[in-house]
Nanobody, 123 residues
Framework: QVPLVESGGGLVQAGGSLRLSCAASGRTLSSYTMAWFRQAPGKEREFVAGIWSSGINTRYADSVKGRFTISRDNGKNRVYLQMDSLKPEDTAVYYC????????????????WGQGTQVTVSS
């Protein structure tokens, strides 16, 4: 098991910023591919950003490219999602996910999940 805990969500106005954090207790994340997904009411969970265990390679959904940045600090056992220029359509519950394999954008493949943190962007 890889217990993940997200934090940093909240209410922000359009154009604002938030930084989400994902932490693991009792297990190091350094060897895992990490990703952020989100799910808005009535919609399917969708990929937001992913980062390889090395921290060098990243990928982003087209909808967030240039606005969001994923990073990791293996020393602190944390993964971050810096969200800038937020839009109302970014409103969703954001989930941190981890797996020893790179499943890319396919959320159904990831084995480990946090409980989610709500992000609400007002217009």
């Amino acid at each position: 098991q890889v217990p993940l805990v997200e934090s940093g969500g909240g209410l922000v106005q359009a154009g604002g910023s938030l930084r989400l954090s994902c932490a693991a207790s009792g297990r190091t994340l350094s060897s895992y591919t990490m990703a952020w997904f989100r799910q808005a009411p009535g919609k399917e969970r969708e990929f937001v950003a992913g980062i390889w265990s090395s921290g060098i390679n990243t990928r982003y959904a087209d909808s967030v490219k240039g606005r969001f940045t994923i990073s990791r600090d293996n020393g602190k056992n944390r993964v971050y999602l810096q969200m800038d220029s937020l839009k109302p359509e970014d409103t969703a519950v954001y989930y941190c996910a981890a797996d020893q394999y790179d499943y890319g954008t396919n959320w159904k493949k990831y084995n480990y999940w946090g409980q989610g943190t709500q992000v609400t962007v007002s217009s």
